[in-house]
């Protein structure tokens, strides 16, 4: 997908050992999301300025458009605000407001509005409607990966109850916070699913899960929403990967629901 639009992806870092490695870049060890000690961390000023150098030249000077993680949960933003600031203006951030596939969805709306030729401002309109409507749920088989990586709001609530508690999680003005506890997995599993139809609302819908190491699971999931959403013009799994899965542990599966997204291209089909 990123290909076919022409989006750029910054690799983020994941630490572990006293190595660091690059996302998408360098080879990772498998099973971090289980593995104590893995931190993770953004991209840096000089990093993201090297990438918004290329992609003004490539852009001919019409300009760039950056989709970040929300600046509530990642310093790549504030970072990027500094790089941004050598360019004059030709580079916007946009603050996803979320993380994972709705930072996608984000920045495939805005490369629909530039491919059906809005300018650089318009683009940048595009992404924050999408960014401001995206809907992200996530259920959480264990709680000691959210312990660890302090990203919740609403902890004490959540890590005063019994360790059995299965959460649901929803992005919420650019943090994670508890909608809903259940006592099993399983039950999580179904509440979430009727939180996802809810949040689609009988529209036409971007449909995206979610996961940490849980594929077959993640498949169920997009089957039984296939069958409660009135229309979904897209569909998409994906693994959570080496950045977001040692925060939230293995057995997390998510939702993502998307209005305002033309049919996505550059995916195989179902």
């Excluded at 933003?77 to 050598?86: D, M, P, T, V």
């Excluded at 999931?221 to 542990?249: A, D, F, W």
Aim: hydrophobic share 40%; charged share 20%.
């Amino acid at each position: 997908m990123a290909a076919h639009y022409g989006i750029r992806q910054v690799p983020l870092h994941v630490s572990y050992d006293d190595k660091d490695y690059r996302e998408g870049i360098d080879p990772i060890p498998e099973n971090l999301s289980s593995t104590p000690g893995v931190t993770t961390s953004g991209a840096n000023p000089a990093e993201l300025t090297e990438y918004f150098e290329s992609a003004l030249e490539a852009s001919e000077g019409d300009g760039v458009v950056a989709v970040h993680l929300s600046r509530k949960l990642s310093g790549t933003w504030s970072s990027a605000r500094l790089a941004a600031e050598r360019f004059s203006g030709q580079v916007r951030i946009v603050d996803s407001r979320s993380v994972g596939l709705a930072v996608g969805f984000t920045a495939i709306a805005a490369a629909q509005a530039a491919a059906a030729g809005a300018d650089r401002d318009r683009v940048y309109e595009s992404a924050i409607r999408q960014a401001a409507t995206v809907d992200s749920l996530l259920a959480v088989q264990q709680l000691d990966n959210l312990r660890q990586s302090g990203r919740i709001s609403a902890a004490g609530k959540l890590f005063g109850s019994a360790l059995s508690i299965k959460p649901i999680l929803h992005m919420v003005d650019g943090t994670l916070q508890l909608r809903e506890r259940h006592r099993t997995y399983s039950k999580a599993l179904d509440k979430m699913v009727d939180a996802a139809v809810e949040c689609a609302g009988g529209r036409a819908v971007t449909v995206g899960i979610q996961h940490c190491e849980s594929p077959v699971v993640a498949e169920e999931l997009l089957e039984t929403l296939r069958g409660r959403l009135r229309m979904v013009t897209s569909e998409l799994v994906v693994e959570l990967g080496p950045i977001l899965g040692p925060h939230v542990g293995p057995g997390a599966v998510g939702v993502v629901i998307a209005s305002h997204l033309d049919p996505i291209e550059g995916i195989e089909a179902r």
